[in-house]
């Protein structure tokens, strides 16, 4: 899986290089402005499609690794923004420097208009920069949360298996203790009743021997 990251990672390193090369020409190209802005548009396509391919490939990997690269795909994200917002004020550029084009000598006398125009996107885009930037903080608190989240389900999962295991070798353990107990008990059994039987045993043959003794010192 890691290794479809990393191509996909070339990928996008090589075509960011070209769309920041070409918007940085943009202002200062002339017939070739309209087909530049348009190829740029396409390859920027192409790398929200690398993103959308590299968010899945993130998602396959094992957690313990992920936030590796989850880190790394939040930075390719910062870095399509920007270029996003790049191209939105060269194309902003472009279309007041096509409108001076067309309107000719009455461009100056609504210059003022068109700095206020320019002046209000400057502030839209502002705003939408600030939105964005709310909303990669609370992606990134979710997807934290979820990690966290994930990460606490399996050292739960984990802890509980160790905790069965343990309690199994607990039985086991008592198990073979009542078993070594009952042999122990046996064994002491068996010991009595022998010593038992040899008393026994001794008593009888004292008794037959001091009989005989007696016997024959009567006669």
């Known amino acids: 899986m890691s290794s479809d990251f990393e191509t996909y990672e070339q990928d996008f390193g090589t075509i960011t290089a070209d769309v920041t090369n070409k918007i940085g020409r943009i ?61 939105k004020r060269s194309r902003i550029a472009y279309s007041d420097e096509v409108r001076n084009e067309l309107l000719g000598e009455d461009a100056g006398s609504s210059e003022n208009q068109l700095i206020k125009l320019r002046e209000e996107r400057a502030h839209l885009l502002d705003n939408t920069e600030r939105l964005e930037r709310s909303s990669r903080r609370l992606e990134a608190g979710y997807q934290i949360a979820v990690e966290t989240g994930q990460e606490i389900l399996s050292n739960l999962h984990s802890d509980r298996e160790k905790i069965q295991r343990a309690r199994e070798r607990l039985r086991e353990t008592d198990a073979n203790l009542g078993k070594s107990s009952r042999i122990l008990t046996g064994m002491l059994r068996i010991i009595q009743n022998r010593v038992l039987v040899f008393i026994l045993g001794a008593i009888i043959l004292l008794v037959i021997i001091l009989a005989i003794y007696f016997n024959m010192r009567a006669h």
């Open 27 to 87: 202002p200062k190209l002339n017939g070739e402005k309209t087909q530049l802005v348009l190829n740029v548009d396409k390859q920027l396509e192409e790398v929200r499609e690398l993103l959308e391919q590299m968010d899945l490939e993130v998602r396959e990997i094992p957690v313990q690794s992920r936030a590796m690269y989850n880190s790394r795909l939040k930075s390719y994200k910062q870095e399509m923004d920007k270029l996003e917002k790049d191209f």
